[in-house]
């Protein structure tokens, strides 16, 4: 195991540091290790026994070499790549994407080396779509569309996918319809494969027992990022070198049992809002997927005996410095209900030096030849020691620096305290049965068939009472 790129540092939520009412001191953290040291054991369990099919992705090499094979197939043949997915489905790929790629990728042709665009349609929104379309028109016969979707029932991704087909058959014909689609699936079941045997499309495999929230690390967030460049094998290992990590039961070298037990322990005190704060834009998207993660994963009515629970800590995506002007009034005055991990980047690739001050401007003179990523990161500090002030709990992932191994790292460790907290509040983290209903009523609002009872039960709640509307 190399040196770790990805560290946790959890100093800042201590009594030492913020006293004992809103810090956990010694003893009460020795008191979590001994009530989380079962639980990393019974996940290391459950692993063993195949009940966490995601841990096992960095070890695959399927994936990878399918993933790969793919990619090059379509090297140099194509200028726009377009995921059509939603949720665990979308989210993975934009954040690997943002996270590793140039700011200007898609509009500067010198950073992207040869390699397509990235588009990710995570939505329905007819005017996004048709802008995009229209934007595409003439460029149809170089684009390449990766449809994403492991029950292929989802209505967003089948609406993008049929609307896309319909344009691929009218404008390129069968053959550009069968070669200009990427099925990522369900390997033998589902309406997307159906189609993409029908069909004939090129197609990976969504693995099974791999709900799309811990899907990043398979073929569903591996081609865009292959595509675009992003070095996987590095990712994988980097995951792999966290899961050495993650899977001690020594709950004070581990930096996932360390997360979900502050994280467990400050939703039973009451601190029930978990902010994810990157000091860094390449990283703003890993916030965005992490909210999925633990959305999905820990906000749930039962526990595992079926009993009523009603748990979840609310995850909430800020971004350092941008929100230190929207939010951090709220942070430090509001409600001392909160949470606050930040990721800081040690080391900047590319830094910049801020330009000399005017003469007339002797007040900016600090700013005037410093390095940007100097700035960034005192800003982060000042924004923590003004939260610690007000005795608010601090963590901070620190990356040394930005690369796929980092971030390989930084997934397989949220992961992982993902289910160590599902653990911890006694609660199945892998389902997510509330999200259903809302699918259901979208069949019923838009007339399919069998779902007629649940159209007449929707419709007090469609139809407008003008009464109220004022
Ligand atoms: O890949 P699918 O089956 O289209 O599902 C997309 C997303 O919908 C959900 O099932 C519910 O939002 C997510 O868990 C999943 O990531």
New binding site residues.
């Given amino acids: 195991m190399g040196k770790p790129r990805v560290q946790l540092y959890y100093k800042n939520v201590t009594a030492d540091i913020i006293g004992r009412k809103h810090g956990i001191n010694a003893e009460q953290f020795q008191e979590l290790a001994n009530q989380t040291k079962p639980v990393i054991s019974e996940l290391n369990q459950m692993r063993e026994s195949g009940q966490v099919a995601y841990r096992d992705l960095p070890y695959n090499e399927d994936y990878p070499r399918q993933v790969k094979e793919i990619a090059g197939e379509l090297e140099g043949k194509y200028e726009n790549f377009v995921v059509l997915?939603?949720?665990?489905?979308a989210l993975g790929n934009i954040a690997l994407q943002t996270a590793l790629n140039p700011y200007m990728y898609n509009l500067d042709e010198k950073q992207r080396a040869g390699r397509p665009r990235l588009f990710v349609f995570d939505n329905v929104d007819p005017a996004q779509l048709a802008s995009f379309l229209n934007w595409v028109d003439d460029k149809l016969d170089k684009t390449v569309f990766n449809v994403?979707?492991?029950?292929?029932?989802?209505a967003e991704?089948a609406a993008q996918f049929l609307t896309i087909r319909n344009v691929l058959l009218e404008k390129l014909g069968e053959k550009g319809y069968r070669e200009q689609v990427v099925a990522t699936t369900d390997s033998k079941q589902g309406t997307m494969r159906t189609i993409t045997d029908d069909a004939g499309f090129k197609s990976l495999e969504?693995p099974d027992g791999v709900?799309?929230?811990w899907s990043v690390l398979s073929p569903v967030g591996l081609l865009s990022a292959a595509v675009c460049g992003i070095d996987i094998d590095e990712l994988l290992e980097g995951a792999r070198s966290m899961d050495e990590r993650v899977k001690t039961e020594d709950f004070f070298k581990n930096p996932a049992a360390i997360n979900a037990a502050v994280n467990w322990n400050y939703y039973n005190c009451g601190k029930r809002i978990s902010v994810m704060m990157p000091y860094s834009y390449n990283l703003k998207d890993m916030s965005d997927w992490y909210r999925?993660l633990w959305a999905?994963s820990l906000g749930k009515s039962k526990d595992l005996r079926g009993h009523d629970i009603f748990v979840g800590p609310t995850p909430v995506k800020a971004l350092g410095t941008t929100d230190q002007h929207s939010q951090v009034q709220l942070y430090r005055e509001g409600p001392n209900d909160k949470l606050f991990t930040f990721l800081q980047v040690n080391e900047f690739e590319n830094d910049i030096t801020i330009g000399g001050n005017p003469d007339c401007a002797p007040e900016l003179g600090y700013l005037g030849g410093a390095k940007m990523s100097k700035l960034l990161n005192s800003e982060k500090i000042a924004t923590e020691y003004a939260l610690l002030k007000d005795k608010r709990p601090c963590m901070t992932v620190m990356f040394d620096k930005i690369d796929a191994h980092a971030v390989g790292e930084f997934i397989y460790l949220f992961e992982v305290t993902t289910s160590l907290a599902g653990l911890l509040f006694g609660i199945d983290a892998y389902d997510?049965p509330a999200?259903e209903l809302g699918?259901e009523a979208t069949f019923a609002l838009m007339g399919r068939e069998g779902f007629t009872d649940m159209a007449k039960d929707i419709s007090p709640v469609a139809e407008i009472d003008d009464s109220f509307l004022i």
């Fill in positions: 997915g939603i949720g665990g489905s994403i979707s492991k029950s292929g029932r989802t991704t969504v709900g799309g929230r999925q999905e997510q999200v699918k």
